[in-house]
């Protein structure tokens, strides 16, 4: 039974050529360096000269024909529903940020709405370590249903000055978990 299969010697040693093209690429680098680098982030593309790297320009502008008009901005995108989606970013401007999530509110009351949903949780936990007596407010609002409904029963709401606690302690902090 001949059991001697691939018997044959392999030859492993196999001379490191150079190739054509690095050949190719190291003659063109030794000719002229690339002086001209194309801004585009990712891109990474270099040109010998200014003409084509020009060229070059153009041809990101065109696969990104919409620009954001905002000054300064000048961000492309491929897509029209997408620049105008940017735009909205420069006009909506957010100055209420959880300090949790680090998600923007255009308003107040949508970020006192998030932190006290069952997913802001952590986010309030956070934000009252932040800035101590920032949320208090939010535990003195009736949980649940913040419709304001017949709550003015003429029992003096607490006013100018922050809500204490209660002098029996009584503070409901664990009425979170459902
Ligand atoms: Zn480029
Ligand atoms: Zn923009
Ligand atoms: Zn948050």
């Known amino acids: 039974m001949p059991g001697v ?4 010697p392999m030859t492993v040693t196999r001379p490191h050529v150079t190739t054509p093209s690095t ?6 680098r030794r000719k002229q360096p690339a002086n001209f680098a194309c801004p585009v982030p990712g891109c990474g593309s270099t ?3 200014h ?10 502008a065109e696969e990104k024909p919409y620009q ?4 300064g901005c000048g961000k492309g995108f491929a897509r029209q529903h997408d620049c105008k989606r940017h735009e909205q970013l420069h006009l909506n401007i957010r100055p209420y940020p959880c300090e949790g999530c680090k998600k ?3 308003r107040m009351d949508a970020l006192n709405r ?3 949903s069952e997913g802001g949780a952590e986010c309030r936990k956070i934000q009252e370590e932040l800035n101590p007596g920032s949320t208090a407010h939010l535990d003195a609002m009736p949980t649940g249903a913040s419709s304001a409904t017949s709550d003015t029963d003429g029992s003096a709401p607490p006013s100018g000055d922050q809500v204490k606690p209660d002098p029996d302690g009584s503070w409901t902090v664990g009425g979170m978990m459902m």
Do not use: I
């Open 5 to 8: 299969e691939g018997s044959m």
């Open 23 to 28: 050949a190719k690429a190291s003659h063109d």
């Open 47 to 49: 040109f010998t000269r």
């Open 51 to 60: 003409f084509n790297l020009k060229g070059h320009l153009r041809s990101h």
């Open 68 to 71: 954001c008009k905002w000054p």
């Open 104 to 106: 923007n509110f255009a």
């Open 114 to 116: 998030h932190l006290r």
